[in-house]
Every structure is written in C-alpha cells, then in structure tokens.
C-alpha cells in the first residue's frame, strides 16, 4: 500500500502555542507508521515553517531546517533555500493542521492551504473564521434559532476612547454576574468572570490585549458539557462528556496544569439530554459551516436544567488530557481510527472541491 505523505502542522504565533506542540506530540503517536509517511512542520513564534525528523519528538522540529510553502495549486510541494536557489523538500499528499489559536484556525491558515491546493483537514476559510470569532457566531446561532445567553460587544477602541462609559454601557446591557471574553482567543486566554462592578474595567483591558472585540456575556450557574463532531454531510456526534473544575470556571490553568480537573465521559445526563444536547452539537456545527471536525461546548444551566450555547471550536486540543479524542474513544472509535477517518475526510472534501468548475462554459 502506498502511504499517504502527511505533513503534521503544530506552534504557531499565538498564544496557543505550546498546546499545540503537546496535541502535535499525541497526534504523531497515535498515526499508523504503516499508512502514513509523516512530514513534520514546526511553525515557531515568527511564523517560519521548519521540517523536522519523524525520529524525533515535534518540539525538536523548531531548530529544523526553514521551509515554505509555495502558492502554486496542484504541486503541493514544500521548498528550501539552498546557496541562493529555491530546492524541492518534499512532497504533501494532506496536511494536518493543528495551530490552535490566532493564525490556525482562523481561516487565514485554511486560506494559503487552498490557494496551494493542498487537502487539509478541518475546516474550510469561511467555517474556521466563523467558529474562532465568539461574538459572530453567536450573532448565526441566534439567527438559527440555537440558545444562546445575553451578550454585547466591546471593541477596543471603545475603550481607549471611554473606558468607563464601555464598562457601563456593559453593565447595562448584560448585568451581574458576567464574563469578559477576547472575541477571537481559544484555551480561555484573556477569559475574566466578574461578579462586582470594579472587576469589569480591568478584565476588558485585559481581553483587549488579546483582540480588538470583545464580548460580554451573562454568566449562569451551569455544568460545562463538550460535544464532539466529524463530518460536513452528515455531521455525526459523539457521546457528551462533562468537565468538573475546582476553579470557578475552566480556564487555562484548569484545562492544562490543575490534576484535579476531571472529564467525565460519558458525561451523567439523562436520555433525553443526551439526545437534545447532541442535537444541539449537530446544528450548531451546520450553522457555522464546520467541517472535517469540531466540538460544541454547552453550559448546562442548574436552575432551569437549559443547554447553552457557549462556542464551537473548529480545531480542539488533541493532547493525552483532551476531550474531543476522549469523547470518540468513548463512542467506539479509538484514536489512531479517528486521526484515519480525519484524513480521509480531507481528502474527500478536496476531491469535491477539484471537481468544482473553474472556467465558465456557456450551453
């Protein structure tokens, strides 16, 4: 059998950086040597593609030597600069992508991957931009009838202008108890709950640090539960799973330090539940034009036993703690099974692209 030549794309420029190392690592494991002829691409801090040995772990693939991808549909050729001349280094058959954070799962990554014609796996420019931005895809979910809690935007400049006038218009709009959220952040950066006035001004200068909008959101007393998704048409769900943090909510420390956080999987929900949350999942991947993968994240209220809506993530963590592998495992697809049928699902979504006209024929 011929193996499929995969480049495995991991670090970045954001602030996601070493967790995307650490989901590259567990992906590299977990990837059959028998199927796959593995090409890794270690993005460093300035943004420059370095290839590394498959020997070695990915995080040694930074020192590697600077290689490029050339905009030039159909070849799917990376290249190298040798004495002056530009030199072939290597050949892509599919790319992996797993930048998480500002950069990779933007949209802006999925774009130079189509503009060099090369399969990749996730989703397309239009769905990863939708999920990686909360406020509008708040803005679709609301227009497609899925709960969503009370929310108002910031931008940064508001605050630069009139800090004191953005944090009461905020107030009024959202009220107590709420949460400050970079619009365009992952793995709870820059995330604040605040609970009395003067908490507000500091956690949206903080978010600001991390993106121009920002978003209030009115916080509830509520069980964090994750759906995970494959597919575009049809889009499966996979058993729920729920995370119990001792912090107030799951931030960064939460999600990748605290041992004590606990994913419960599946997660303890009736049947009825069950089937409405993943329903829920289902539709709220469709309504941001998800593909290939992604996972919803609900609150489940306490006191009224409602889902919500919190956010979708088009390319969530794949490290030895993250859910979206344990919320397939759990649904009868072990993990190397998975990363196959990812694979296959970027190949598949390519074909179909390819198939697409280009040229107007007139009848």
């Not at 959220?181 to 009395?196: D, L």
């Not at 290939?292 to 994240?297: C, E, N, S, V």
Request: aromatic share 6%; hydrophobic share 40%; charged share 25%.
């Amino acid at each position: 059998m011929t193996k499929i030549r995969l480049g495995l794309l991991f670090g970045g420029r954001s602030v996601e950086h070493e967790v995307s190392i650490a989901s590259a690592t567990a992906i590299h494991k977990a990837l059959d040597p028998s199927r796959y002829d593995v090409t890794l691409l270690g993005v460093d801090r300035d943004g420059h593609w370095h290839r590394g040995s498959p020997e070695l772990p990915p995080a040694s693939s930074l020192e590697g030597e600077v290689v490029n991808l050339p905009v030039a549909a159909g070849e799917r050729g990376l290249v190298r600069w040798e004495q002056g001349r530009v030199e072939p280094a290597g050949q892509l058959d599919v790319i992996f992508p797993i930048l998480h954070g500002r950069g990779g799962e933007d949209g802006s990554l999925q774009g130079l991957l189509e503009l060099a014609g090369v399969p990749y796996v996730g989703s397309g420019v239009l769905g990863s931009a939708l999920q990686m931005d909360k406020e509008a895809s708040k803005r679709l979910f609301a227009a497609a009838g899925l709960p969503v809690l009370d929310w108002m935007l910031l931008r940064a400049r508001e605050l630069e202008r009139d800090a004191d006038a953005a944090a009461e218009r905020a107030l009024r709009a959202v009220g107590l108890p709420l949460f400050v959220k970079p619009a365009n952040q992952g793995s709870s950066v820059g995330i604040h709950k605040v609970t009395h006035p003067e908490e507000l001004l500091p956690a949206l200068r903080d978010a600001a640090h991390y993106d121009v909008k920002v978003l209030c959101e009115r916080a509830v007393e509520a069980r964090e539960i994750e759906v995970a998704l494959l597919g575009s048409d049809p889009i499966e769900a996979s058993v729920p799973g729920e995370i119990c943090s001792q912090r107030e909510f799951y931030d960064y420390e939460a999600k990748y330090v605290d041992e004590d956080t606990e994913l419960l999987v599946p997660a303890p929900l009736d049947p009825d539940q069950t089937a409405r949350v993943r329903d829920l999942a289902v539709r709220a991947m469709a309504a941001l034009e998800g593909a290939g993968l992604g996972r919803a994240d609900f609150l489940l209220e306490r006191s009224t036993g409602k889902f919500w809506l919190n956010e979708m993530n088009s390319l969530p963590g794949f490290t030895e703690v993250s859910m979206f592998p344990r919320l397939w495992e759990a649904s009868g697809l072990p993990f190397p099974t998975l990363l196959d049928r990812l694979v296959e699902l970027a190949l598949e979504r390519h074909r179909e692209s390819e198939a697409l006209e280009t040229l107007y024929r007139r009848s």
